[in-house]
């Protein structure tokens, strides 16, 4: 499978490379900045050069998306599958009455605008029925059910992530592609913290299992967890 994974360079989004990898995948593993690439992204794709092709792409910039988009299309480059992994987790400590504003648009570019951005120009990319499956890492975080008065800019982000995962699935499905929302689980990385009981590779093999088909998930459902359960909306 030809699999594009956003944010790869650490967290989840790089165990999601190197686990892709090791499964025999071809990744376009795109990274904020190429000169910021990681140690463990560089080595793996000094590796397996014919599997790893690091691109950059922030994905609140849209013209670096369709600049990607083009170059891969001019490549004629299909997708298999994309992971919009890259997010952000600003302003914990603020209840609404202190709220900066400016962290809600931030994190609205990252986590919902980039997925869209991402979709908009990568979409046309991905094979028609050949179960084609775009992941969106979503988080408990965005479940209204789950809702508890805090974490506005991630959660609401992540509510709204889940809505678009939803109407693209509509769209998408007469093409034989399947759009999700994922909740990773509480991982330890970066913005999991070291408190966390899932290491990220847990996480990643359950949603590459997912990304394979290999982990039935009901038609019905768009927002489950990295094994698969449905969860809350
Ligand atoms: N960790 C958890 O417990 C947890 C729980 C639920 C959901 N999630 C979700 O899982 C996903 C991965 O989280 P993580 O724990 O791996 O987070 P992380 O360790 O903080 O890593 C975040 C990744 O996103 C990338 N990123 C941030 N802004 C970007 C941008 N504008 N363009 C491209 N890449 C960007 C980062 O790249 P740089 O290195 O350039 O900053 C980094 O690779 C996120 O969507 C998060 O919301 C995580």
Redesign the pocket.
């Known amino acids: 499978m030809n699999i594009l994974i ?10 999601l490379t190197k686990l892709a990898v090791g499964r025999g995948h071809q990744v376009v593993a ?4 190429i000169s ?1 690439a ?1 140690e463990g992204l560089l080595a793996l794709a000094v590796q397996f050069p014919e599997l790893v092709r690091i691109e950059k ?5 849209e013209e670096e998306v369709e600049a990607l988009a083009d170059k891969l299309a001019s490549e004629s480059v299909e997708l298999d599958g994309i992971i ?6 600003f302003g914990r400590e603020h209840k609404i009455d202190t709220l900066p504003m400016h962290l809600v648009r931030l994190t609205f ?3 919902l605008f ?1 997925p869209m951005y991402v979709m908009k120009a990568m979409s046309p990319l991905l094979k028609d029925h050949s179960n084609s499956t775009v992941i ?6 965005g479940s209204m059910a789950l809702a508890y008065g805090g974490d506005y800019p ?1 959660a609401i982000s ?1 509510t709204a992530l889940n809505m678009f995962s939803k109407q693209s699935n509509c769209e998408l499905n007469p093409r034989g592609i399947r759009v999700l929302a994922v ?11 070291g408190k ?1 009981p ?1 290491d ?1 590779s847990e ?1 990643a093999n359950g949603i590459l299992d997912i990304l394979e088909r290999k982990t039935f998930i009901k038609d019905e459902l768009f927002f489950v967890d990295h094994t698969g359960r449905s969860m809350p909306v």
Not at 30 to 33: P, Q
Not at 184 to 190: A, H, N, V
């Open positions: 956003t944010g790869a360079g650490r967290g989840l989004g790089f165990q795109g990274i904020r900045e910021d990681s792409m922030n994905v609140t910039r919009n992994n890259a997010g952000v987790l570019e990252v986590n980039g969106n890492v979503s988080s408990e975080a991630y992540k909740h990773p689980g509480w991982m330890r990385t970066d913005m999991g913290g966390a899932l990220a996480s």
